[in-house]
């Protein structure tokens, strides 16, 4: 997903709670609670009992969202887990299976803002990159010690950066004289490894080291692939799963895995074509428009 400075604003969220077609009484999962924005819509919808159990990695995350959703009570039910251990985190809860459940894969405005996580090329911050603060793999870890061949295939395959083996080089070089530490000295040694033309290009050159280095922190298409399963497994039948992915590589993922379970019977694909933001949306929320969405119905 591209950076940005705008607020954080639920991305498609006319579009996911009418595709989840949530009913009073449900009971949801909002796998990546963030600020409680979509949240708050499906709370509303699944009022006067119905339940949400938000999980979250990062710690400011949950406690913006505990703010944001105070007024639910205990309807709204926060977990720190990560979104591929949910059929654990609802065996904890004595919940059994649930009407809905949201993945929206974005990561926010709180992140991106926060110099001190290391998530942006546009402040200088420590090279970081952790959703989950008790973890012990940074971005700096792997920009320190990583093999040539192994930061040239991360930037590649994560990044999907044409420049990778460059960067890859120009780190492993810059390393030599010392250890990289900061987000912004990071920046510095990709302009210097990418051609002239790429530097004015409409995406700022570092954004896809930037993404690939932030999924192999975070394992998140690891994280991913091991959801969907656990997902699928803790819908009841007729549940509804919607997935928002803000990348080709995501995006990807969850296709191959909803064709896959369709044709074994599993589950039917809602919408064939992912849907994407309207013109207006994305004129409000730049966030918007890299956004695709796709939902099932569990059979």
Known sequence: MSENDAPHI????????????????????????????HATAILERVSPEGRLVGLDLDEAALDAARRYLERFGSRAMLVRANYRDVERVLLSL?????Q????????????????????????DGPLDMRFDA?????????????????????????????????????????????????TLQLVEIINGAVPAWYRKGRIHPATRTFQALR???????????AALPALL???????????????SLEDR?????????????????????????????EAANPRARSAKLRLIRKK
């Open 10 to 37: 639920p991305v498609l969220l006319k579009e996911t709670i009418a595709g989840l077609d949530l009913k009073p009484n449900d009971i949801a999962v909002d796998g990546t609670i963030g600020a409680g924005g």
């Open 215 to 225: 999924i192999a922190v975070n394992d998140e298409l690891g994280n991913l692939k």
């Open 94 to 98: 004595s919940l059994g299976p649930v």
């Open 100 to 123: 809905a459940a949201l993945l929206d894969l974005g990561y926010s405005s709180m992140e991106i803002d926060d110099p001190r996580r290391g998530f942006s090329f546009r402040a």
């Open 134 to 182: 008790s973890q012990e793999l940074t971005a700096a870890d792997i920009v320190n010690n990583d093999a040539l061949d192994s930061l040239a295939e991360i930037i590649w395959e994560f990044g999907e950066e044409r420049f990778s083996r460059h960067i890859a080089s120009a780190i492993v070089k810059a390393r030599r004289l010392g250890p990289i530490v900061g």
């Open 233 to 247: 497994k803790v819908l009841a039948p007729g549940g509804r799963l919607a997935v928002i992915s803000f990348h």
């Open 253 to 281: 993922i969850v296709k191959k895995f909803f064709v896959e379970q369709e044709a074994q019977g599993t589950l039917e694909i809602i919408n064939k074509k992912p849907i994407v933001a309207s013109s207006a949306e």
